[in-house]
């Protein structure tokens, strides 16, 4: 095992850990009922793009499983932490900007949607959508952010870290 892969279970383990301990604590904004902002879905965003889709998936695991609502809430983070990492990790420098691994999280929410459809929770699906809305567009934030500090791609299986 290399310095890069402590590196990445490093990394793995504080943005997982942090997750988990969000959603146990119950720790979002809500207006109403309804949540509106949950730090989660940055976190786990952030593990499937700096870790890949195999971190993100497991820190998708992680901050599904504490907390309430994890029937919706798991297979979103899992979705948006395996896709999110999938669009990071293979789009490479020249096809796709970093902020687009955010198209990641919105097919976690277009899944979450899916499963409340099946199961009936249609009350649910609009809570959903205006979250999707705002969770996206601050995902594309801060992945705009990090991507400005530097011309580098987070890429630490083909490349040494700096």
């Known amino acids: 095992m290399g310095p890069d892969l402590y590196q990445r279970w490093v990394v793995l383990a ?16 809500s207006i109403g009922s309804a949540v509106v902002f949950d730090p989660r879905d940055i976190l786990v965003l952030l593990a499937g793009v700096l ?6 998936l497991v820190a998708g695991l992680v901050a599904g499983l504490p907390g309430q609502d994890r029937v919706l809430l798991l297979p979103l983070f899992v979705v948006a932490g395996l896709a999110g990492g999938l669009i990071a990790r293979y789009g490479g420098p020249g096809q796709f900007p970093l902020p687009a691994a955010a198209l990641g999280l919105g ?15 249609h009350g649910e699906i609009a809570s959903l959508a205006f979250r999707s ?3 996206q567009y601050t995902c594309i934030l801060v992945l ?9 791609r987070v890429r630490w299986d083909t490349q040494p870290c700096n």
């Open 14 to 29: 504080a943005l997982g850990g942090c997750s988990a301990i969000l959603g146990y604590f119950s720790i979002f904004v």
């Open 51 to 56: 870790t890949g889709p195999l971190g993100g």
């Open 107 to 121: 097919g976690g929410y277009l899944c979450a949607g899916a499963v409340a459809m099946v199961m009936g929770l």
């Open 133 to 135: 809305l705002v969770m």
């Open 144 to 152: 705009s952010i990090i991507e400005s500090v530097g011309p580098f």
